[in-house]
């Protein structure tokens, strides 16, 4: 009987240890490919605004995706709910994956191989994870740039090539610019990861603004100036459309 009982807990030792090894194994073969719901994931937004407007402008998209969501093969789920499934699949394999691993710790010794091929599939898919989160903050900075090149008028040449692939929106906000008579004046400030630019809203142009100077930050040194919370930006190369110097800033909000 005590022979009979290893055979059988040895038996099922192995068909468990195979099953893990099979899931691993799958994980590890397609999870490199899941880094193509980068181009999914990032126009998302889009999709979703695109039928926000067909739901509220187009009578017969209404009806027909009130006559779909009838179907049984619908099961009682819109269009959006459909949608968002690719975007929730790589959370809810890396959740898989660590609830997997979390109840076969115990038993490392009987499965440690396929325990291990778990936790390389698990690391897989954090670093796609990882990638793609990546991919969608430059997507979103990128936007934030064009629509800032959208806004900005003025006559340095750089204006007109605001948006680089190596230019990264860092900060916006107001700022006090002391003048050379001492007094402080309000500017709007963009701050990229090589630039500053700072400017004030067109009285004739809502949403749109004059750039009065455009700081190259290269060589740049920011030094704590003598009044309270002020600082000033020295070196660099810069163009000031205003007729006014170079030279230092108060400070800034966020």
């Given at each position: 009987?005590?022979?009979t009982a290893t055979a059988a807990a040895t038996a099922a030792t192995t068909s468990i240890d195979s099953a893990l090894h099979t899931v691993g194994s799958i994980f590890n073969s397609f999870t ?18 695109c039928l926000q407007e067909l739901q509220r402008d187009n009578g017969k998209w209404r009806k027909f995706c009130a006559k779909q969501l009838k179907l049984a093969r619908c099961r009682g789920l ?177």
């Open positions: 009987a005590t022979t490199p490919f899941l880094k193509m719901y980068i181009g999914y994931v990032t126009n998302f937004d889009k999709s979703q605004q819109d269009l959006n709910s459909y949608l968002i499934m690719p975007i929730q699949r790589i959370p809810r394999y890396r959740m898989l994956l660590a609830e997997l691993l979390k109840h076969l710790e115990r038993a490392a010794v009987a499965h440690g191989g396929s325990i291990d091929e778990l936790r390389v599939a698990l690391d897989q898919i954090k670093h796609v994870a990882s990638h793609i989160n990546a991919w969608v903050k430059r997507k979103e900075n990128m936007n934030k740039v064009l629509e800032i090149a959208g806004i900005l008028e003025g006559h340095d040449p750089r204006l007109r090539e605001l948006v680089q692939p190596t230019r990264t929106f860092v900060k916006q906000g107001q700022m006090l610019r002391a003048t050379r008579r001492g007094r402080l004046k309000a500017f709007h400030v963009w701050l990229f990861n090589d630039m500053l630019l700072y400017g004030t809203p067109l009285a004739l142009k809502a949403g749109k603004f004059r750039v009065h100077k455009v700081i190259g930050l290269h060589g740049c040194r920011v030094e704590k100036m003598t009044a309270a919370g002020a600082a000033g930006i020295r070196g660099g190369d810069d163009s000031d459309d205003s007729g006014g110097g170079g030279g230092g800033g108060g400070g800034g909000g966020g």
